[in-house]
């Protein structure tokens, strides 16, 4: 059996194996474990990214066990293994307080892992030109198209929905590009910006807990040296790719973590940018206007339809966001001395 001569390795006798896609669980004379694969290619980032966790202090991540011959990881057949404990996850408490403990304990990562890098200023002005170029030329199609369907004496079911969103749209495309043009005249003149050590795949699933309660983060494979909002930034859209809905827990959830590691005014400007943006809309449109998918007219409306209730999700975030940034400056202001 594959996972038999793997753990020869770590000097275990197995009694049992149960597959669950990339991860065995393994049932041995020492306990019960959790053997993964992961490419090499990926390995050597994700190897490196825990050692740095684990040498800046932050141990909440699922220990992963040497082998005999000290070696985290053993190369079988072109995929590195590697054996973590497992844990039972028996936590039951409410769903907001484990997404708020979760954020928490990013944040604490996070703190944890920050350095400053250098950064190229010509980099960071060809990666604004380029994105402003981008979002101008999709700003261009959604007018340009709404056109077209205003034109018509009947507009197809699709072409109807999109009209009636385009100002909701439009105004989510003119908000990021604001605040985009704000982080760029804020730091066009800077030679460095903040990374950390992210997870890559942060999701509640992801963050389980040991049997004294402890929460843990499990499935960094993914896990990469970038700016903070590379987690922060999938995980809120994630959440609330759903109903319509007043995101008020969302944005519990940030702040939560901004109480933790508080992000830097252009940091927070280029989230809000990312955040705002309503690329998932538009892009919804150009399937439809190139008839992507080959789908019904009824599927593309559907999509539509999600795509802009994430607009509205997100929209609510956003605005909240802008009140309580708006705030804090005033705050701030008010602190200052008068002279």
């Known amino acids: 059996m594959e996972a038999e ?63 005999v011959d000290g070696r985290y ?13 497992w844990l039972l996850d028996k936590e039951t408490e409410e769903r907001d307080e484990r997404h708020m403990r979760l954020f928490r304990e990013l944040a604490r ?10 950064v190229n200023k010509e980099n960071r002005e060809e990666h604004y030109q380029q994105t402003t170029e981008q979002w101008k030329k999709q700003r261009e199609f959604i007018e340009e198209f709404v056109h077209s369907c205003e034109k018509k004496w009947y507009m197809s079911p699709f072409e109807l929905l999109f009209c009636m969103y385009f100002t909701d749209i439009l105004q989510a495309l003119k908000y990021a590009e604001k605040k985009l043009e704000e982080w760029y005249e804020k730091t066009k003149d800077d030679e460095k910006v903040r990374t950390v050590v992210t997870h890559g795949k942060l999701s509640i699933q ?27 930034l999938p995980f809120l859209v994630t959440s609330a790719r759903t109903y319509p809905t007043q995101g008020d827990e969302y944005v519990n959830w940030l702040y939560n973590y901004l109480t933790y590691f508080p992000l830097r005014e252009e940091e927070m400007l280029l989230f809000q940018s990312y955040l705002a943006y309503p690329g998932s809309s538009i892009q919804s449109v150009r399937n439809y206007f190139e008839k992507k998918g080959g ?37 701030a202001q008010d602190e200052q001395p008068q002279e």
């Open 73 to 85: 990881a053993v190369l079988d057949n072109g995929k590195l293994y590697y054996l973590m404990p």
């Open 295 to 331: 789908k019904s007219e009824l599927a593309y409306v559907s999509q539509l339809q999600r795509q802009y209730w994430l607009l509205k999700n997100i929209e609510y975030v956003v605005t909240k966001i802008e009140e309580m940034e708006q705030k804090k400056k005033e705050a």
């Open 5 to 67: 001569a793997i753990l020869q390795y770590y000097s275990l006798h197995v009694n049992y194996v149960e597959n669950y896609g990339k991860v065995k669980k393994i049932y041995s004379d020492k306990g019960v474990f959790a053997l993964k694969t992961i490419s090499p290619h990926a390995g050597m980032d994700f190897f490196r990214n825990i050692q740095h966790l684990y040498q800046r202090g932050y141990n909440r991540i699922v220990p992963i066990y040497p082998a």
């Open 206 to 232: 992801h963050f389980i807990y040991d049997d004294r309660g402890y929460g843990h983060f499990i499935n960094l494979e993914d896990s990469k040296i970038v700016p903070p909002h590379f987690d922060l």
């Open 109 to 118: 990562m996070h703190a944890l892992s920050v350095k400053e890098i250098p």
